[in-house]
T-cell receptor, first 118, second 114 residues
Framework: AQKITQTQPGMFVQEKEAVTLDCTYD???????LFWYKQPSSGEMIFLIY??????QNATEGRYSLNFQKARKSANLVISASQLGDSAMYFC??????FGAGSYQLTFGKGTKLSVIP | EAQVTQNPRYLITVTGKKLTVTCSQN?????MSWYRQDPGLGLRQIYY???????DKGDVPEGYKVSRKEKRNFPLILESPSPNQTSLYFC?????????????FGQGTRLTVV
C-alpha cells in the first residue's frame, strides 16, 4: 500500500481564491512528521510547512496552512489567496520515527500540479 | 549561504559510460540522501548516509553506488548507466535532529542516458 496518497494529479484555482491540496497517509508508527514541498517549473524543492503527529494545533506558515485530521490520516495543504507564483508541483511527504530506515527517509506522494488562473 | 550543491545540473550520456554526480553541503549536516524523481512516481530514495562512512540502501538502490568519505560530500555513482536511469536526481541533507528537521535539497541533476 502507498504510504502517501495524493489523489489530485492536477488542480486549477482562480487567482486570489483559496485551494486545498489533498494528502492521506498510511503508517502504524505513532510518531511521524508530515511535510509539504513546492516544486516550481525550475525544478528545485522548496519546503513549505511541517506537521508533527503529536502537534495539537494545525501548522501555519504565512498563506500556507495544514488541515491535519489525525484520525482520518489526512494532512491537506490549504493555500489562501492564490498567486500566479503558486503555480507548481506540490508534494506531500512523511518521515516515520521508529521504522528503521524510515527516520532517515522522506516518503513522497506522487504530487499535485497546481495551476493558478489569472 | 547555506546550500546543497549538485553538479552537473544537466547531463546526457551513453549507456554503459560510468558517471558521477557530486553533492556537497556546507551546513555540517550529518544526514544526506539521494532521491530520483520520475513522472507520476514522486521522489524515491536511492541511498542515504547517517554520517561519514555510514551508508545504506533506500527504496531503489539497484544500479547506483555512493560513498561518504567526508561529511560534506556524498557523490552518486552510476557504474554502468542504462536508459531506465534517465531521471531527475536530488541530493538532500539535514541535521540529525528530530522528526521536524527540514531536509535541504540541491537544485537537481537532470540525467539522460541514451
Amino acid at each position: 500500500a502507498q504510504k502517501i496518497t495524493q489523489t489530485q494529479p492536477g488542480m486549477f484555482v482562480q487567482e486570489k481564491e483559496a485551494v486545498t491540496l489533498d494528502c492521506t497517509y498510511d503508517t502504524s508508527d505513532p510518531s511521524y512528521g508530515l511535510f509539504w514541498y513546492k516544486q516550481p517549473s525550475s525544478g528545485e524543492m522548496i519546503f513549505l510547512i511541517y506537521q508533527g503527529s503529536y502537534d495539537q494545533q494545525n501548522a501555519t506558515e504565512g498563506r500556507y496552512s495544514l488541515n491535519f485530521q489525525k484520525a482520518r490520516k489526512s494532512a491537506n495543504l490549504v493555500i489562501s489567496a492564490s498567486q500566479l507564483g503558486d503555480s507548481a508541483m506540490y508534494f506531500c511527504a512523511m518521515r516515520e520515527a521508529s521504522f528503521g530506515a524510515g527516520s532517515y527517509q522522506l516518503t513522497f506522494g506522487k504530487g499535485t500540479k497546481l495551476s493558478v488562473i489569472p | 549561504e547555506a546550500q546543497v550543491t549538485q553538479n552537473p545540473r544537466y547531463l546526457i550520456t551513453v549507456t554503459g559510460k560510468k558517471l558521477t554526480v557530486t553533492c556537497s553541503q556546507n551546513m555540517n549536516h550529518e544526514y544526506m540522501s539521494w532521491y530520483r524523481q520520475d513522472p507520476g512516481l514522486g521522489l524515491r530514495q536511492i541511498y542515504y548516509s547517517m554520517n561519514v562512512e555510514v551508508t545504506d540502501k533506500g527504496d531503489v538502490p539497484e544500479g547506483y553506488k555512493v560513498s561518504r568519505k567526508e561529511k560534506r560530500n556524498f557523490p552518486l555513482i552510476l557504474e554502468s548507466p542504462s536508459p531506465n536511469q534517465t531521471s531527475l536526481y536530488f541530493c538532500a541533507s539535514r541535521t540529525a535532529g528530530g522528526l521536524n528537521t527540514e531536509a535541504f535539497f540541491g537544485q537537481g541533476t537532470r540525467l539522460t542516458v541514451v
